[in-house]
């Protein structure tokens, strides 16, 4: 049975709470750590926020026939890596930021040095609790390698890279996909593919996760660019127009923003259609991504 909207939002919302309970207990740092390193931490890792990437952790293994609360930790690690990141891309070095999700980023409300180390901090805390929150320690050492892989070199960190270079090299439609398929792609396939090895997915069922991330993720990197044009920046909790002033390229810039639109309802058609085979586990994955290309946020 198809999931509504109003059944979609309803799941998110009760996904959303379930993690950001985990996400509170999981941030508690023990004794040691500097109190404005812990406030830090805690300030964004705690801010509102769609918890896209672990709520995909969690749809993955209840569509390969999992509970979800066993994905749980996993989900919480992913975020903290994505958190991590977004740290680390609003600092003056890299995209200048200074709001995000709706409050200062973290080097303005506390300042560079502590928002680089709480960035760093949530790196390490994701892999700690992989290692000792997954079980058994073969599937943790699993969920590590491909955590570890997606944020990397030559994935997460190698996209921001060239995407901080776009201006540089040549701008093509096919260069501007290979960014964003490690920058923003990569970090959707981990959260798939760990949310299917907990279940213990066959082949086959991770093949369909993977090509289904592979779609989301590009279609939800074109709808951030969209927004970026025409979005509203209350609702957005960030600055709007950013990208077109600092000369990056963008799906719109490049393809014109009716072209880009044509482009999303392409890429969510392919991602619903790739996750078929789950049947009948896969309606709210097919929902979710009907969700990503209408966001206004």
């Known amino acids: 049975m198809p999931v509504t909207s109003s059944t979609l939002a309803d799941q998110l919302r009760q996904l959303r709470q ?6 509170d207990r999981y941030s508690v740092i023990e004794e040691g750590c500097p109190d404005d390193l812990g406030e830090a931490i805690r300030y964004s890792l705690l801010a509102p926020g769609k918890r896209l990437r672990p709520i995909l952790v969690l749809l993955a293994a209840e569509a390969c026939g999992c509970p979800s609360e066993r994905a749980l930790p996993a989900a919480c690690a992913i975020e903290m890596v ?4 977004l740290i680390h891309d609003d600092l003056p070095a890299m995209d200048d930021d200074d709001l995000r999700r709706g409050r200062p980023s973290c080097h303005r409300q506390f300042n560079e040095a502590i928002a680089i180390l709480a ?3 949530l790196l390490t805390r994701a892999f700690e609790l992989l290692s000792t929150e997954i079980h058994p320690p073969q599937l943790a050492a699993r969920c590590c ?5 997606a944020a990397g070199a030559r994935q997460l960190i190698g996209g921001q890279a060239d995407d901080l270079r776009g201006v540089e090299g040549k701008q093509h439609i096919d260069r501007l996909k290979a960014i964003h398929q490690r920058k923003t792609g990569a970090m959707f396939l981990a ?6 090895m ?10 369909s996760l993977v090509e289904y991330g592979a779609k989301l993720g590009l279609a939800f990197q074109v709808v951030d660019d969209l927004l970026d044009v025409g979005g509203d920046e209350a609702r957005l909790g960030k600055r709007v127009g950013k990208d077109a002033g600092r000369g990056k390229m963008t799906f719109p810039g490049l393809l014109g923003v009716d072209a880009s639109r044509d482009l ?22 097919e929902a979710l991504a009907r969700y990503v290309a209408e966001r206004d946020r």
């Open 18 to 23: 379930q993690i950001d309970l985990a996400l």
């Open 82 to 85: 994505h958190c991590y990141s």
């Open 119 to 121: 960035g760093d901090a």
């Open 145 to 149: 390698a491909e955590l570890a892989k």
């Open 191 to 196: 959260s798939l593919r760990m949310g299917g």
């Open 198 to 207: 907990i279940a213990e997915a066959s082949t086959n069922q991770l093949v």
């Open 264 to 285: 999303v309802k392409r890429l969510v058609d392919d991602a619903c259609h790739a996750i078929a085979p789950l049947a009948p586990r896969q309606t709210t994955l």
